[in-house]
T-cell receptor, first 113, second 112 residues
Framework: DTAVSQTPKYLVTQMGNDKSIKCEQN?????MYWYKQDSKKFLKIMFS???????INETVPNRFSPKSPDKAHLNLHINSLELGDSAVYFC????????????FGPGTRLTVT | AQSVTQPDIHITVSEGASLELRCNYS??????LFWYVQSPGQGLQLLLK??????LVQGIKGFEAEFKRSQSSFNLRKPSVHWSDAAEYFC??????????FGAGTRLTVKP
């Protein structure tokens, strides 16, 4: 059983479109995260979320929004996609808080043309 | 906010040789330190972590790391590298506000 899964694995879309990436974890964790990994492999946290609190990295444009229908899911919605949004997006989960081990999904490679 | 520096972008070692990957952190409180490995096309997998206690921590796949508060370092070591260790390695520091900061990564190439 996959612990943290993401769909789709690849996403190619045009500038200006709106898209979503889905994430599900079956580990019973309280906290989920979204990260962006750029072409130089630099990994930056975008959001962390548990059932109490959403913490947003202040550098993330408000075109990006996380949506959590329940504790096991944290989807990423992106509006008005731009070329610079092309990257690999990773979902992760952990027991409450980032002081615990994070389990990562396989990533979604987003290409904006 | 905390930060992490991995000074080496790319390291090449021969199979069977020893390995040390450097990591320096900056954080005002007690750091929670991690090393993750990323194989090509994969997500990240935890190798080891340090929260408190013994400053030498053992991880999976024969890796270990040593926390040195005086040097603000958390270097990763392995006595004998295998070809399957070729990957990207990330050091990270966690904070109590759910913020996790990663270093820029070190790419390890293993020569036969």
């Amino acid at each position: 059983d996959t612990a943290v899964s993401q769909t789709p694995k690849y996403l190619v879309t045009q500038m200006g479109n709106d898209k979503s990436i889905k994430c599900e974890q079956n580990l019973g964790h309280d906290t989920m995260y979204w990260y962006k990994q750029d072409s130089k492999k630099f990994l930056k946290i975008m959001f962390s979320y548990n059932n109490k609190e959403l913490i947003i990295n202040e550098t993330v444009p408000n075109r990006f929004s996380p949506k959590s229908p329940d504790k096991a899911h944290l989807n990423l919605h992106i509006n008005s996609l731009e070329l610079g949004d092309s990257a690999v997006y990773f979902c992760a989960s952990s027991q409450e808080g980032s002081l615990h081990e994070q389990y990562f999904g396989p990533g979604t490679r987003l290409t904006v043309t | 906010a905390q930060s992490v520096t991995q000074p080496d972008i790319h390291i090449t070692v021969s199979e069977g040789a020893s390995l040390e990957l450097r990591c320096n952190y900056s954080y005002g409180a007690t750091p929670y330190l991690f090393w993750y490995v990323q194989s090509p096309g994969q997500g990240l997998q935890l190798l080891l972590k340090y929260f408190s206690g013994d400053t030498l921590v053992q991880g999976i796949k024969g890796f270990e790391a040593e926390f040195k508060r005086s040097q603000s370092s958390f270097n990763l070591r392995k006595p004998s590298v295998h070809w399957s260790d070729a990957a990207e390695y990330f050091c990270a520091v966690g904070a109590r506000n759910n913020d996790m900061r990663f270093g820029a990564g070190t790419r390890l190439t293993v020569k036969p």
